[in-house]
């Protein structure tokens, strides 16, 4: 049995197991495959059918390579290699964040885990490509400061690097995440102020 038969049959089997979704992403409201919602499950298929997947990088490329224990020709996976930029993080973390990134990616592409959330979340922007202008990009700014917002956070979940790569087909979720946070901050606010106002008996 050639290695696609047996990447075939373990997709199979991967797709008649029930996968549940642990990963979240609060700023647009979907949820997403971890890792771990799905890794030992494949190893699990992997090692039954007789194939086995290493996964490594370069400067460049993140490759996951599909071995046929019995021998044979592989079948390789890969991606260009990115970068993060998160706050508070230093380069080690930031690396280690690109790859389990990655990781994830290969994972999904080779076995065709489809991330049906997400693609509802995303399809359907006006133009999927194109960026906030310089007036957006402020607003969004003040809306960041306003709800006390963590600006790489932020960015993370959208998975951009910078509010000048923001796209435009998600501004108004964005905007609307943020506005939400920022009514109940106020609404926080109001009750804590009527709860210091002393009434007419203590003045």
């Given at each position: ?12 089997k ?22 771990g ?18 996964i ?144 007419k008996?203590?003045?």
């Amino acid at each position: 049995m050639s290695v696609y038969r047996k990447l075939q049959e373990a997709r199979v089997k991967l797709q008649n197991t029930k996968l549940k979704k642990s990963g979240k992403n609060k700023f647009a409201g979907y949820e997403y495959f971890e890792l771990g919602d799905f890794v030992p499950a494949i190893q699990t298929i992997c090692n039954e059918v007789g194939i086995c997947g290493i996964i490594s990088f370069t400067a460049h490329d993140a490759t996951l390579t599909i071995h046929d224990v019995d021998g044979g020709e592989p079948v390789v996976f890969s991606s260009p290699m990115s970068s993060a930029q998160l706050k508070g993080c230093h380069d080690v973390q930031n690396l280690g964040a690109v790859q389990t990134y990655l990781r994830r990616y290969l994972w999904t592409n080779a076995f065709e885990l489809v991330e049906h959330d997400v693609l509802d979340a995303t399809l359907g922007a006006p133009v999927a490509d194109k960026k906030i202008n310089p007036k957006q990009r402020a607003e969004l700014a003040s809306l960041l400061a306003q709800s006390h917002t963590h600006k790489g956070q932020f960015l993370s979940h959208f998975e951009v690097d910078s509010l000048d790569r923001f796209p435009v087909g998600r501004l108004d979720e964005a905007k609307a995440v943020l506005t939400k946070k920022i009514s109940k901050l106020n609404a926080k606010d109001s009750e804590g102020n009527l709860a210091e106002k002393p009434s007419k008996s203590e003045a």
